[in-house]
């Protein structure tokens, strides 16, 4: 089977390797329609030095050591389906949790909160597999199913929708608040996406980049140029005063990180997503004297893939405009596309 395989820095290879053929109980094998290119993917190509156990050292849990299969965004169909897997079945089409090994005896794990363990294992960097081939091999509750209106395409979608969604959460917004989205970043169009899904319409989208902001505004968000727009001003207006209850920040600078704080209302949340170059400061005595919060979210949790998907069945999610699609053999050109590309999505097709 065809895979893409990195060896190590800047050394990506497409290749022939034997087809997978062990499925063992509990387990399913996916015929991959459509694998995403994202942010991970490009610091895993260009600074494999910074990402923890991609290496020629075997990782704790996995095994797996370079060269490794890319590929975390991954939608695909059963083709086969190994023994005691219950509710699933040979054609069933789905969205697949890339999250494949955790210690689960660290502080992370026993919190409930395995994305942030320092073993975690994941499809596509450090596990056996990645979904850059023709074929993987998953446990079948990694099988997230889509429903018959939502097709591969946007099934490879789940995936990168879901740390917006988990950053949406985290935030504490509620259905008929007010929130404001800095970034509009492919995280940032799940997150506007998930604000929408949930019934939060009254978002405004911060943006400093043209060609993003002309994205997700034709998405339908309402977007501000905050260089040369008033955003406090527009958050006045949309909070009378107030401040929005909830900032989500996706962007990674500081100026972002500033003005979400700066707009929220007394007791409301900042959510930050981004991850950051330098280390970010800020104003303790605004968190301190209006009870303001700042939480981290990363990754995503298996109820993030079912609400989104839910959420797609409804029609909530659109790809028109910001989803780009690249044959297989075209996937370095599509990282190095992606690094210099001012916000879309690139989808790889693997298999028609």
Same mark, same amino acid.
Not at 134 to 143: G, L, N
């Given at each position: 089977? @065809?895979?893409?395989?990195?060896?190590? @820095?800047?050394?990506?290879?497409?290749?022939?390797?034997?087809?997978?053929?062990?499925?063992?109980?509990?387990? %399913?094998?996916?015929?991959?329609?459509?694998?995403?290119?994202?942010?991970?993917?490009?610091?895993?190509?260009?600074?494999?030095?910074? =990402?923890?156990? =991609?290496?020629?050292?075997?990782?704790?849990?996995?095994?797996?050591?370079?060269?490794?299969? &890319?590929?975390?965004?991954? !939608?695909?169909?059963?083709?086969?389906?190994?023994?005691?897997?219950?509710?699933?079945?040979?054609?069933? #089409?789905?969205?697949?949790?890339?999250?494949?090994?955790?210690?689960?005896?660290?502080?992370?794990?026993?919190?409930?909160?395995?994305?942030?363990? #320092?073993?975690?294992? +994941?499809?596509?960097? *450090?596990?056996?597999?990645?979904?850059? !081939?023709?074929?993987?091999?998953?446990?079948?509750?990694?099988?997230? #199913?889509?429903?018959?209106?939502?097709?591969?395409?946007?099934?490879?979608?789940?995936?990168?929708?879901?740390?917006?969604?988990?950053?949406?959460?985290?935030?504490?917004?509620?259905?008929?608040?007010?929130?404001?989205?800095?970034?509009?970043?492919?995280?940032? =169009?799940?997150?506007?996406?998930?604000?929408?899904?949930?019934?939060?319409? *009254?978002?405004?989208?911060?943006?400093?980049? %043209?060609?993003?902001?002309?994205?997700i505004a034709a998405l339908g968000a309402t977007v501000i140029?905050? %260089?040369?727009?008033?955003?406090?001003?527009?958050?006045?207006?949309?909070?009378?005063?107030?401040?929005?209850?909830?900032?989500?920040?996706?962007?990674?600078?500081? !100026?972002?990180?500033?003005?979400?704080?700066?707009?929220?209302?007394?007791?409301?949340?900042?959510?930050?997503?981004?991850?950051?170059?330098?280390?970010?400061?800020?104003?303790?005595?605004?968190?301190? &004297?209006?009870?303001?919060?700042?939480?981290?979210?990363?990754?995503?949790?298996?109820?993030?893939?079912?609400?989104?998907?839910?959420?797609?069945?409804?029609?909530?999610?659109?790809?028109?405009?910001? %989803?780009?699609?690249?044959?297989?053999?075209?996937?370095?050109?599509?990282?190095?596309?992606?690094?210099?590309? +001012?916000?879309? @999505?690139?989808? =790889? @097709?693997? *298999?028609?």
């Amino acid at each position: 089977m @065809k895979a893409a395989r990195f060896y190590g @820095k800047e050394d990506l290879r497409l290749e022939e390797i034997p087809e997978l053929t062990e499925v063992g109980p509990g387990q %399913v094998k996916v015929k991959v329609g459509f694998a995403g290119i994202c942010g991970s993917d490009l610091h895993v190509y260009y600074y494999p030095e910074l =990402i923890p156990f =991609i290496s020629d050292e075997p990782h704790p849990l996995t095994g797996a050591k370079l060269p490794q299969i &890319l590929g975390h965004e991954i !939608s695909g169909t059963i083709v086969e389906a190994g023994d005691d897997v219950d509710g699933l079945a040979v054609g069933d #089409r789905g969205a697949v949790f890339p999250l494949v090994a955790t210690c689960g005896k660290c502080s992370a794990c026993r919190n409930g909160v395995p994305m942030s363990c #320092r073993l975690m294992a +994941a499809l596509g960097s *450090n596990a056996a597999s990645g979904g850059l !081939s023709d074929f993987i091999v998953i446990d079948a509750d990694k099988f997230h #199913r889509l429903p018959e209106n939502v097709d591969l395409r946007m099934g490879a979608l789940v995936e990168p929708m879901a740390v917006g969604w988990h950053a949406v959460v985290r935030s504490g917004a509620e259905s008929g608040s007010t929130a404001l989205l800095v970034g509009a970043g492919p995280v940032g =169009i799940g997150a506007w996406y998930a604000f929408r899904a949930m019934g939060i319409d *009254n978002v405004l989208v911060s943006e400093t980049n %043209v060609e993003r902001r002309q994205g997700i505004a034709a998405l339908g968000a309402t977007v501000i140029d905050p %260089v040369n727009e008033d955003l406090a001003g527009r958050i006045d207006e949309m909070t009378a005063g107030e401040g929005v209850s909830a900032a989500v920040e996706a962007s990674g600078s500081q !100026s972002g990180f500033d003005s979400a704080m700066a707009n929220l209302a007394p007791s409301g949340r900042v959510s930050v997503v981004a991850m950051y170059e330098e280390q970010v400061r800020f104003d303790a005595g605004n968190v301190m &004297l209006g009870q303001r919060e700042i939480v981290g979210a990363v990754g995503y949790e298996p109820q993030d893939f079912d609400d989104i998907i839910e959420a797609m069945s409804r029609g909530v999610y659109s790809t028109e405009g910001w %989803v780009t699609e690249r044959e297989f053999d075209a996937v370095e050109t599509a990282i190095r596309e992606l690094r210099d590309d +001012a916000g879309s @999505k690139i989808l =790889i @097709k693997v *298999n028609s």
